[in-house]
């Protein structure tokens, strides 16, 4: 199996798993997956329909889910972090340190990239991926030829709002066993997707591989630690030169659509795209909507980067 090892300079070396499809001559698209998701998140076929369109996507598996390093045993009390977390945003202050921020997050990307011998990439995430590849644009702009930040949000106060359904269902741990986390996990997924398009036996069989791929509960607080007690970008979006796509449904329950809105009105000349009948959520009707949307701004992209280089 394929693996990259990155962010050396940690105690413990982070090892990502990684794939790739496509023509390695095409240009790099780097995948970067939500809170929780395995790569499986990106569902047979989306990554290939890329690939078919002249990109050679990446993808992987972040650190403490599916194959990748899991931090075996750091614990971290994510209540009291988080209180801190918000406390320390409304002060103004350092937030509470956390295992690692969003910012190690990106480094495990330019990480990857750089063990595939990759210099730029264009860079799209979904949820916490978006947030990613945000942190990525900011931290590493020079590696960065666009990023597209799906269903996803700046993390300020007020822009980072879920139902009370939903939140409720991303928050209740799962009950251990295989057949109650699978019905567990299908019910959470019915609240936050796509209610026009959900399907629940995709949805379950979807649950069931990951389950059976890597069953990792105690990396999810680490994960969510990292999204609630990282700092806050938003100056730095404000003066980001990279061209960026926002992509977010109009039906999301779990970060609400003024999230990407956000996202889209601090970037300069961010273009951002609103999705009728999309949740929280990549449903297949609507992959020719989000596919076309992330390869013309790509190509865009490529194009204003040949004519001022």
Known sequence: MPYATVNTHEATAIELYYETHGDPADPALLLVNGYSSQILGWYPGFREQLAERGRFVVSFDNRDVGLSTHLDGVDVDLGAVSKAAVKAAAAG???????????DFADDAVG??????????????VSMGGMIVQQTAIDHPDRVLSMTSIMSTTREPGYFEATPEAMAA??????PDRE??????????????????????????????????????????????????????VEALRRLGVPTLVIHGRDDPLIMPNGGERTAALVPGANLLMVGDMGHDLPKPLWPILIDAIISHTAHAETAHAETS
Do not use: N, W
């Open 93 to 103: 202050e350092r937030m509470p340190p956390v295992p690692y921020t969003l910012s």
């Open 180 to 233: 109650g986390y699978i019905a567990a996990s299908v019910a959470s997924r019915k609240i936050s997707s796509s209610p026009r398009h959900f399907d629940p036996d995709q949805a379950a069989e979807m649950v069931a591989a990951s389950y059976d791929r890597m069953y990792y509960p105690e990396g999810l607080p680490r994960q969510m630690a990292a999204v609630r007690c990282s700092p806050l970008g």
């Open 170 to 175: 991303l928050t209740t741990p799962p009950p």
């Open 112 to 125: 990857l990239l750089d063990h595939l011998g990759i210099g730029t990439a264009h860079i799209a995430g």
